[in-house]
């Protein structure tokens, strides 16, 4: 018997196992992968019966045929084929009846690499969850132990700032306790991020006064605010029940972060807070939140890396900044786990916002009427848009040169006046506001820095002198 198209070289050449054969179990053919697989000759194997080549599947009749399972045909099975040495293989078989009567065709696909492929996966995921588990339980240990003489440091910093009298020894210590809230703030990130990664982060459902919140929130970064002379504003829905049920560590927590980030990035205009309820089903609430800025933006490029674990925009920025880069890819899990999503707006240079949902619940009235504790706040963003565009979204060089100049004038005059708190906080925003490739001028901006940071009259003013002559030179007269 002739099969003209399985002798073509289409069949020869296909990476496919092919075989046919017949009720009785006899091979008919068999192509050239077929016999390279299972190392037989050509002549060998159309000698062979598919009870020798398919153990499990083939097996003998009671009349000396070939039984098997006919429900296979045309539909896949995962089986083995026994090469001539007996050894064996995986392969995907499908079973197609020919047009003749009787005559059947097998196509085999060998998985080995497939199985082998899928085991070492398997094996690698395995060492990657005992290498998790081993960093995540040596994160924890490292975090409690840092924790400890942290905890140390501020008791004793405290109990001194109690015994001494001193101005200048009072602010080291105030500057050694800063340190220690941030070495604080640094330990919980990591240790948020170790139970995160391991699936051992829960989040807490309370009842807690939202409206309570809020003023937290807001009085936690009033005065850095207030010290770097931005514009805030706060706007919060009415709607918002009072008394809602959730996890309000977290939400400050993300809130804070947030903050944080807007205050540290915006050296002059604004910060912009709106609250508001989008939808209540029952006794589920989706509250959305806004976190507004004019600080130094992100380019479209940027985006996608800025809820990356340890990962920040730009070195430069940890460098003159500060920050693990853990803060936003906790919060994207954070938001995520209240069943809501975090988006950013931003252009490099015009500031940014950000914006999240999360999903909360209340057994109060939706039309309960809330104290209007927020009143008081100018709702700036409102008012800008009325006025017919934003002051501060476009924030170029030759602001930032207006902005040097205000913040040098107002220096000078802090420094005559001793205001020390004020000037360190002026001249800090100066350092960040110079963006130059003037070596000079960096370094002589970081001593004046140091001069009043020593509350040194003579020193500082004559380095202030020293940065307002170079700055002249670069940008004007100041």
């Given at each position: 018997?002739?099969?003209?198209?399985?002798?073509s070289c289409?069949?020869d050449?296909?990476i496919?196992?092919?075989?046919?054969f017949?009720?009785?179990?006899?091979?008919?053919?068999?192509?050239?992968s077929?016999?390279?697989?299972?190392?037989?000759?050509?002549?060998e194997?159309?000698?062979c019966s598919?009870?020798?080549i398919?153990r499990?599947?083939?097996?003998?009749g009671?009349?000396g045929?070939q039984t098997f399972?006919?429900?296979?045909?045309?539909?896949k099975?995962?089986t083995?084929?026994?090469?001539?040495?007996?050894?064996?293989f995986?392969?995907?078989?499908?079973?197609i009846?020919?047009?003749?009567a009787?005559?059947y065709?097998?196509m085999?696909?060998?998985i080995?690499?497939q199985?082998d492929?899928?085991a070492?996966?398997r094996?690698?995921?395995e060492?990657?969850?005992?290498?998790?588990?081993a960093?995540?339980?040596?994160?924890?240990n490292?975090?409690?132990?840092?924790?400890?003489?942290?905890?140390?440091i501020?008791?004793?910093?405290?109990?001194?700032?109690?015994?001494?009298q001193?101005e200048?020894?009072?602010k080291?210590?105030?500057?050694?306790?800063?340190c220690?809230?941030?070495?604080?703030?640094?330990?919980n990130?990591?240790?948020?991020?170790?139970?995160?990664e391991?699936?051992?982060?829960?989040?807490?459902?309370?009842?807690?006064?939202?409206y309570?919140?809020m003023?937290?929130?807001?009085a936690?970064h009033?005065?850095?605010?207030?010290?770097k002379?931005?514009?805030?504003?706060?706007?919060?829905d009415e709607?918002?029940?009072?008394?809602?049920i959730g996890?309000?560590?977290?939400?400050?927590?993300?809130?804070?972060?947030?903050m944080?980030?807007?205050?540290?990035?915006?050296m002059?205009?604004?910060?912009?807070?709106?609250?508001?309820?989008?939808?209540?089903v029952?006794d589920?609430?989706?509250?959305?939140?806004?976190v507004?800025d004019?600080?130094?933006?992100?380019?479209?490029?940027?985006?996608?890396?800025?809820?990356?674990?340890?990962?920040?925009?730009?070195?430069?920025i940890t460098r003159r900044f500060?920050g693990?880069?853990?803060?936003?890819?906790?919060?994207?899990?954070?938001?995520?786990?209240?069943q809501?999503?975090?988006?950013l707006e931003?252009?490099k240079?015009?500031g940014?916002?950000?914006s999240?949902s999360?999903?909360?619940?209340?057994n109060?009235?939706i039309n309960e009427?809330n104290?209007?504790?927020y009143?008081?706040?100018?709702?700036?963003?409102?008012?800008e848009?009325k006025?017919?565009?934003?002051?501060?979204?476009?924030f170029g060089?030759?602001?930032?040169?207006?902005e040097?100049?205000?913040?040098?004038?107002?220096?000078?005059?802090?420094?005559?006046?001793?205001?020390w708190d004020k000037a360190?906080?002026?001249?800090?925003?100066?350092?960040?506001l110079i963006?130059t490739?003037n070596?000079?001028?960096?370094?002589?901006?970081?001593?004046?820095?140091?001069?009043?940071?020593?509350?040194n009259?003579?020193?500082s003013?004559?380095?202030?002198e020293?940065v307002?002559?170079?700055l002249?030179?670069?940008?004007?007269?100041?």
């Amino acid at each position: 018997m002739e099969f003209e198209w399985l002798n073509s070289c289409i069949a020869d050449e296909t990476i496919e196992l092919v075989l046919v054969f017949n009720e009785k179990g006899d091979i008919l053919f068999g192509n050239q992968s077929a016999v390279q697989k299972l190392e037989y000759d050509k002549e060998e194997l159309i000698k062979c019966s598919m009870m020798q080549i398919f153990r499990q599947d083939f097996l003998e009749g009671d009349n000396g045929g070939q039984t098997f399972e006919k429900e296979t045909l045309e539909s896949k099975k995962e089986t083995a084929m026994y090469r001539k040495n007996s050894s064996c293989f995986p392969v995907n078989i499908h079973i197609i009846p020919s047009r003749e009567a009787g005559i059947y065709v097998l196509m085999a696909e060998d998985i080995s690499r497939q199985k082998d492929m899928n085991a070492r996966i398997r094996k690698l995921k395995e060492e990657e969850q005992e290498n998790q588990k081993a960093r995540n339980e040596f994160t924890a240990n490292v975090t409690h132990e840092l924790r400890t003489p942290v905890n140390g440091i501020r008791g004793h910093v405290t109990t001194l700032l109690d015994q001494i009298q001193d101005e200048e020894q009072r602010k080291t210590l105030d500057i050694i306790l800063y340190c220690c809230d941030n070495m604080s703030a640094i330990i919980n990130n990591i240790l948020d991020f170790a139970k995160l990664e391991s699936g051992k982060f829960t989040i807490d459902e309370k009842e807690f006064d939202f409206y309570k919140m809020m003023d937290r929130v807001i009085a936690t970064h009033s005065a850095e605010i207030n010290k770097k002379e931005l514009r805030f504003s706060v706007d919060v829905d009415e709607k918002i029940p009072r008394l809602m049920i959730g996890d309000e560590l977290r939400i400050v927590q993300i809130l804070n972060n947030l903050m944080s980030n807007a205050i540290k990035f915006t050296m002059v205009g604004y910060i912009n807070i709106v609250v508001s309820k989008t939808s209540q089903v029952n006794d589920e609430i989706e509250l959305f939140f806004m976190v507004r800025d004019s600080g130094i933006g992100i380019s479209q490029a940027e985006k996608d890396r800025l809820f990356q674990s340890f990962s920040q925009v730009d070195a430069s920025i940890t460098r003159r900044f500060g920050g693990t880069g853990l803060g936003l890819a906790i919060t994207k899990q954070l938001i995520e786990m209240m069943q809501g999503s975090i988006h950013l707006e931003s252009e490099k240079g015009k500031g940014s916002t950000f914006s999240f949902s999360v999903k909360l619940r209340t057994n109060q009235s939706i039309n309960e009427n809330n104290d209007k504790i927020y009143g008081a706040w100018a709702n700036f963003a409102k008012e800008e848009d009325k006025k017919g565009g934003d002051v501060f979204t476009s924030f170029g060089e030759i602001d930032k040169n207006e902005e040097l100049k205000k913040r040098m004038d107002k220096l000078v005059l802090s420094i005559e006046l001793s205001a020390w708190d004020k000037a360190e906080m002026l001249a800090a925003t100066i350092k960040t506001l110079i963006d130059t490739d003037n070596d000079d001028l960096k370094k002589q901006v970081l001593r004046m820095e140091m001069a009043i940071r020593k509350s040194n009259y003579e020193k500082s003013m004559d380095m202030y002198e020293k940065v307002k002559k170079l700055l002249s030179e670069q940008i004007g007269e100041i």
